[in-house]
Every structure is written in C-alpha cells, then in structure tokens.
C-alpha cells in the first residue's frame, strides 16, 4: 500500500493508525509506536488530567480505532498490518492509568510492562490477536494493557511507592 497513491481521508486515517507515522519506522514500529505514546503522556500529567476524562479519551481513542483499523484493513486487505500502532498508545494509555506517574521509573515500568505483556500476548489477548478484523487488532493490546496496569500496581504494593 502506496501512501501517495491513497486520498485524504485515507490518509488522515493512516496518520492517525500510524501515531504520526511513528508506525512506519522500520524496524519496530510497535516499540516507536509505544515510546511515541510519552509525550501525550507527559502533556496529560503537566495539565492535571483527572482518571475520567483519560479513561474518556481512551474510550474514545478506542472506539474510533477500532473502525479505522477495520476500514483499512478491509479496504485495502490487510491483516494487523505493523504500521498500526494506535493499539500501542492505547495500551500505554491504559497501563499508565493504573499508576498515572510520570517519574523516569514510573514511565520505565509502564513501557517495560506494556511491551512484555504486548508481545507475551497472554490469554485472551491472544484470542484477540487471532481475530481477522480492526476488534480484535485493537483490542489485544487493550487487555495486554490491563495484564501491565495490574503488575504495575503490584509492583508499586510489593515494593512500595518509591518502587514507582
């Protein structure tokens, strides 16, 4: 798929897909996609982003993702292309809404954790990663995020605040 040959729209949707065009970095995009996701987060905890309104905009993120993912993949007959990484900065999202920190441990742990449990893939993120449509190539991350905020707040219990 030649991004010149597409029109507008389409190219808004891969903008968005790609994170930037984070995505279309060559090797690990998924990974770029993931440390591409840092500066929302910073600029969320320099304005005071309160729990609801990131878990709305992560709702959000989600739900319109999850129809451009399948637009694409359709219309130009993909499956879980790498340059989608709209995924990764939900599932950044996601984990550092568990911790909501932006310290350089904070943000090592929430990167760390999401990128081990994104490419474990751990049941049902699996099952998701398995489905042939912009669901299931979204959502995946969604629950591979959840998976990372969990062991992110053990963390924090086991080993206390400073561990964070």
């Known amino acids: ?5 597409l029109n ?6 891969i903008f968005f897909l790609s ?7 060559p090797k690990a995009p998924g990974t770029i996609g993931s440390l591409a996701t840092l500066p929302l987060i910073y600029l969320f905890a320099k304005y005071g982003i309160n ?24 219309k130009h007959h993909l499956h879980d292309p790498q340059w989608i990484v709209i995924d990764e900065v939900i599932g950044m999202l996601i984990t550092w ?18 990128r081990f ?3 474990i893939k751990f049941w049902p993120a699996s099952y998701f990663d398995r489905m042939k449509h912009g669901l299931g190539t979204i959502t995946d991350d969604v629950v591979s995020a ?19």
């Open 51 to 74: 729990i609801y309104s990131l878990l709305g905009i992560i709702l959000l993120m989600y739900v319109l993702a999850c129809w451009a993912t399948e637009y694409i993949q359709k």
């Open 8 to 13: 507008i729209p389409d190219r808004v949707i």
């Open 97 to 114: 809404s568990f911790v909501m920190k932006t310290d350089i441990a904070s943000l090592f742990l929430v990167f760390f954790m999401f």
């Open 146 to 164: 959840i998976y990372a905020g969990i062991t992110c707040l053990l963390v924090q219990y086991f080993f206390g605040p400073s561990a964070l």
């Open 117 to 119: 449990f994104d490419i």
């Open 19 to 25: 994170w930037f065009y984070s995505g279309k970095f």
């Open 1 to 5: 798929m030649k991004d010149q040959n």
